[in-house]
């Protein structure tokens, strides 16, 4: 069982906007930054948002985080197929001294 | 570039030993702090470690202490993970991963691209 929750799946058509939850606690996503992290099939995660909102260099401008108290969230804008993939989010526990996961959720492109 | 790959995943019988390395390149290794993450088949990230950049701080989750070691050895630009009494549920995909402070906090910003080890 993660320490922060997601939805298993989530999924949407080409061009929509699909909205990814993270639920934690005040000793993780409360406390500290999420990370978001992208993972296509055999390949390794791929930070996508870090700190808040700040995207690593060339990440597209249609993700974006958003944070409200111990909940996280990540949107993909105008969905394209190579967005089909798994999105973890991750932050710093303070009480446990090491990083939470979320399970991961699931993206599909209709 | 900022590189980092694992090595040293292998088939292993449970109750054996494994030693994984992490070579690094492209950023001065011993200015970071480094964590081992790793993927069971199918499944999500665990977080199973992090040491600070001079070795001396280290930290465990909680569920894998006293099984899993992590050193480094910065003169090499090296990272390490040894897993003793191995478990069937050992197996997984195991990541190193760069660890970059910012002001605000902290995030896995490099992964390896992963080193499988098996246990059966």
């Known amino acids: 069982q993660s320490v922060l929750t997601q939805p298993p799946s989530a999924s949407g058509t080409l061009g929509q906007k699909v909205t990814i939850s993270c639920s934690g606690g005040?000793?993780?996503?409360?406390?500290?930054?999420v990370t978001w992290y992208q993972q296509h099939p055999g390949a390794a995660p791929r930070p996508l948002i870090y700190?808040?909102?700040e995207r690593p260099s060339g990440v597209p401008e249609r993700f974006s985080g958003s944070k409200s108290d111990t909940s996280a969230s990540l949107a993909i804008s105008d969905l394209q197929s190579e967005d089909g993939a798994h999105y973890f989010c991750?932050?710093?526990?303070?009480?446990?001294?090491?990083?939470?996961f979320g399970g991961g959720t699931q993206v599909t492109v209709l | 570039d900022v590189h980092l790959e694992e090595s040293g995943g292998t088939s292993k019988h449970p109750g054996e030993s494994l030693r994984l390395s992490c070579g690094a390149a492209?950023?001065?290794?011993?200015?970071?702090?480094m964590n081992w993450v790793r993927q069971a088949p199918g499944k999500g990230l665990e977080w199973i470690a992090y040491?600070?950049?001079?070795?001396?701080?280290?930290y465990y989750a909680e569920s894998l202490q006293g099984r899993f070691i992590i050193s480094r050895d910065n003169a090499k630009s090296s990272l390490y993970l040894r897993i003793n009494r191995l478990r069937a549920e050992d197996t997984a995909v195991y990541y190193c991963?760069?660890?970059?402070?910012?002001?605000?906090?902290?995030?896995?910003?490099?992964w390896g691209q992963g080193t499988l080890v098996t246990v059966s």
């Open positions: 991963t760069r660890d970059l402070l910012l002001p605000t906090g902290r995030f896995c910003d490099y």
């Open positions: 492209g950023f001065t290794f011993s200015s970071y702090s």
């Open positions: 040491i600070n950049s001079n070795g001396e701080t280290t």
């Open positions: 005040g000793s993780n996503v409360g406390k500290n930054p």
């Open positions: 700190n808040f909102n």
């Open positions: 991750a932050a710093w526990d303070d009480r446990l001294s090491g990083y939470v």
